[in-house]
């Protein structure tokens, strides 16, 4: 079966879900998202008895919002980039606006649906994309000088799965930025960091206030220790 792209994939994801759109205001100018009406609506039963997943990928964070713009102003020509939960793309756009080669990455084949939809119906082009699971990475993903997540750290099981991703997929010279609003479990993220040849390099803290959410979100900047 051939592979959707473009203005057939946007038709086919507005077939499929009562879709909305959200503006969010990026450097390069404002971006029109688009995206499942009802979040709710999306809860799979079978996901949940499975592994308890639960459709994050369908709202705009604000760590996503925060992380995109960072990204966005970066430059990233001749230099590639990985995103860990990819969601809705809006990471992914920021990337490809800056000059990147993005590889999107998420746990749920819809997501990278909308990914890809949405950086056309902005950019007129579509990011690489590839379902990984955390916990089984594939043997050849390759490394990348830029590895981004937004908002990954909510649960207790996932910070040892980031450490080890950005363990495995970070380039000698790279940087990783993990974008979290305040979760608990960035403390044992960072606990888990040396074991894996990784430090803390810097913080960075961006108040965000957009209705209706206001947050402090800080942009955790993770390197080699060699």
């Not at 925060?66 to 939960?85: F, Y």
């Not at 990337?95 to 990278?112: E, F, M, N, P, T």
């Not at 609003?181 to 040396?194: A, H, I, K």
Request: proline letters at 6%; aromatic letters at 6%; a negative charge.
């Amino acid at each position: 079966m051939t592979e959707l792209r473009g203005k057939p994939l946007v038709a086919e994801l507005e077939r499929r879900f009562i879709v909305a759109h959200s503006r969010v205001a990026m450097p390069g100018g404002t971006v029109d998202i688009m995206h499942p009406e009802n979040t709710d609506a999306l809860i799979s039963e079978e996901d949940m008895v499975r592994d308890d997943r639960l459709p994050y990928w369908a709202d705009i964070w604000p760590s996503s919002r925060v992380l995109a713009r960072e990204v966005a102003r970066e430059t990233g020509t001749g230099r590639n980039l990985l995103e860990l939960g990819a969601g809705l793309g809006l990471v992914c756009i920021g990337a490809l606006r800056a000059g990147y080669d993005v590889l999107a990455s998420d746990y749920y084949d819809d997501a990278l649906l909308f990914a890809r939809a949405n950086a056309w119906r902005t950019l007129r082009r579509e990011p690489r994309t590839r379902m990984i699971d955390w916990r089984d990475l594939p043997l050849d993903l390759a490394v990348a000088d830029r590895v981004v997540a937004a908002d990954v750290l909510y649960e207790d099981r996932y910070p040892p799965l980031v450490v080890n991703v950005i363990a495995r997929a970070l380039a000698p010279n790279g940087v990783a930025t993990i974008a979290d609003p305040g979760r608990p479990m960035v403390e044992q993220f960072f606990e888990l960091l040396p074991a894996h040849g990784l430090r803390l390099r810097n913080t960075e803290i961006v108040e965000y206030d957009e209705s209706p959410a206001k947050q402090t979100i800080r942009l955790h900047h993770i390197v080699r220790t060699s």
